[in-house]
C-alpha cells in the first residue's frame, strides 16, 4: 500500500495543435504538420509515512511528421517531475504540495529551427484547505523559470486558488 507504480503508453494522431502543454515546440513540433505520436510514461509514488509521500513522473515522446513540407521528420519531446506532498498538514483533509520538474521540451528535432535549446523548470507550492467534508479551498503559486525553455524570458510567477465541491 505504500507503493504505486504506472506505465503510460499512448499513440496519438494530431492534425491540429489542441494539447497546450510545455513549450511552442513541444505541442507544434512539425509547424503545423498533422502528427503521430508515441508517448511512454513512468509514475510512482511512495508513502514514506502517513504524513509524507514522494512521486514523480517521467514522460518520453517520439513525434513524426505525418504531412506538409516537413513530412517524415522525427522529433522527441521529454519531461519530468518530483512531487512531494504533505496529508493531513495542520488538519485532517489538509494537504501541502511541492512540484518541481520540466515541462515538455523538445530535445531534439530533425527541424533544428523547431528544438527548444535551454530548459525551463515549473516550480509549484500549494496548500488544500478542508473547509468541510465538501468544501476544500486551495491556494498555490507556480513559478515558470525561463519560458517557453528560452532563457531571455523573465520568470513568470501565478497565483492560483481553487474551491472544490464534492458531493
Same mark, same amino acid.
Given at each position: 500500500?505504500?507503493?504505486?507504480?504506472?506505465?503510460?503508453?499512448?499513440?496519438?494522431?494530431?492534425?491540429?495543435?489542441?494539447?497546450?502543454?510545455?513549450?511552442?515546440?513541444?505541442?507544434?513540433?512539425? @509547424?503545423?504538420?498533422?502528427?503521430?505520436?508515441? +508517448?511512454?510514461?513512468? $509514475? %510512482?509514488?511512495? =508513502?514514506?509515512?502517513?504524513?509524507?509521500? !514522494?512521486?514523480?513522473?517521467?514522460?518520453?515522446?517520439?513525434?513524426?511528421?505525418?504531412?506538409?513540407?516537413?513530412?517524415?521528420?522525427?522529433?522527441?519531446?521529454?519531461?519530468?517531475?518530483?512531487?512531494?506532498?504533505?496529508?493531513?498538514?495542520?488538519?485532517?483533509?489538509?494537504?501541502?504540495?511541492?512540484?518541481?520538474?520540466?515541462?515538455?521540451?523538445?530535445?531534439?528535432?530533425?527541424? @533544428?529551427?523547431?528544438?527548444?535549446?535551454?530548459? +525551463?523548470?515549473?516550480? $509549484? %507550492?500549494?496548500? =488544500?484547505?478542508?473547509?468541510?467534508?465538501? !468544501?476544500?479551498?486551495?491556494?498555490?503559486?507556480?513559478?515558470?523559470?525561463?519560458?517557453?525553455?528560452?532563457?531571455?524570458?523573465?520568470?513568470?510567477?501565478?497565483?492560483?486558488?481553487?474551491?472544490?465541491?464534492?458531493?
Amino acid at each position: 500500500e505504500a507503493i504505486n507504480l504506472g506505465l503510460t503508453y499512448v499513440h496519438s494522431y494530431n492534425a491540429l495543435n489542441l494539447i497546450e502543454i510545455g513549450s511552442t515546440y513541444s505541442n507544434d513540433p512539425f @509547424d503545423g504538420a498533422a502528427t503521430t505520436a508515441d +508517448s511512454y510514461g513512468v $509514475e %510512482a509514488n511512495f =508513502r514514506v509515512s502517513p504524513k509524507f509521500t !514522494i512521486g514523480g513522473w517521467v514522460g518520453y515522446t517520439e513525434a513524426n511528421a505525418e504531412s506538409g513540407p516537413n513530412e517524415g521528420a522525427d522529433a522527441s519531446i521529454f519531461n519530468y517531475a518530483l512531487t512531494l506532498a504533505f496529508p493531513d498538514l495542520g488538519k485532517e483533509g489538509n494537504l501541502a504540495g511541492f512540484v518541481i520538474g520540466q515541462p515538455p521540451k523538445v530535445t531534439t528535432n530533425d527541424i @533544428d529551427s523547431r528544438e527548444d535549446n535551454d530548459t +525551463s523548470l515549473h516550480l $509549484e %507550492a500549494f496548500y =488544500r484547505y478542508q473547509l468541510s467534508d465538501n !468544501i476544500s479551498i486551495t491556494p498555490g503559486l507556480v513559478v515558470l523559470t525561463n519560458p517557453e525553455h528560452n532563457d531571455d524570458n523573465d520568470t513568470v510567477y501565478l497565483g492560483t486558488i481553487r474551491t472544490t465541491f464534492s458531493f
